[in-house]
C-alpha cells in the first residue's frame, strides 16, 4: 500500500455561490444529468446534505468502465465552499485504489469567476504509486463535470441566478 496526494485545480467563468449550488448544493442532483448529459443519467442522494450524506451517480452506458460513483461527504462548509468525501463505490481507477477521499474547494477569483481546486488523497491496493496519468485522470475527471457544470451554466444564465 502506498499512500499519496494529488491536487490540481481550474478556473471557471461562475460565481462562486452560484457554481456551489450547481456542483456541491442543493440543485447538484438536478443540474448534473442537465450539464453532463450522456455522462451522468441520474444523481441520488440519501441524506440531508451534511457529514454522512451518500450520493449515487449512475453513468451513461457510454461511459464504459464505470456505470455508478458512489460517495460520502465525511464533511462539507458551505459557507467556505469546501466538501470532503469519501468514494465507497466505482471511479476511474478504483481498481488500483484501497481508499479515495477528495476535497473540493472553489474559492472567488474576481467577478463573475472562480478558482475550483480539488485535492485527492489515496491509497494504493499494492505497494506502487499511482502512476502519473492516473493520477491525471482522476483529477480530470472531477475538474471536467466542473467544466461541463460551467458550459451549462453559461448556456442558462437565469437558472440558479
Known amino acids: 500500500m502506498v499512500a499519496g496526494v494529488i491536487t490540481d485545480e481550474c478556473t471557471v467563468a461562475v460565481p462562486t455561490e452560484r457554481l456551489w449550488k450547481a456542483c456541491f448544493g442543493d440543485a447538484m442532483p438536478a443540474i448534473l444529468p442537465k450539464a ?3 455522462i451522468i443519467d441520474a444523481v ?42 469519501e468514494v465507497l463505490e466505482g471511479g476511474k481507477v478504483t481498481k488500483q485504489l484501497k481508499s479515495q477521499v477528495n476535497e473540493m474547494r472553489v474559492e472567488a477569483a474576481g467577478e463573475g469567476v472562480s478558482v475550483v481546486k480539488v485535492k485527492v488523497e489515496y491509497e494504493t491496493l499494492g505497494d506502487a504509486p499511482l502512476p502519473a496519468e492516473d493520477q491525471a485522470r482522476l483529477t480530470k ?21
Request: aromatic residues 6%; hydrophobic residues 45%; negative net charge.
Open 36 to 38: 453532463c448529459a450522456g
Open 141 to 161: 475527471a472531477y475538474l471536467g463535470l466542473v467544466k461541463k457544470v460551467e458550459a451549462y451554466l453559461a448556456a442558462h444564465p437565469d437558472e440558479l441566478a
Open 44 to 85: 441520488e442522494v440519501d441524506g440531508p446534505g451534511g457529514a454522512g450524506t451518500v450520493t449515487t451517480m449512475k453513468f451513461n452506458p457510454s461511459v464504459g468502465e464505470v456505470s455508478v460513483m458512489k460517495s460520502r461527504t465525511v464533511a462539507v462548509d458551505a459557507s467556505a465552499f469546501v466538501l470532503r468525501g
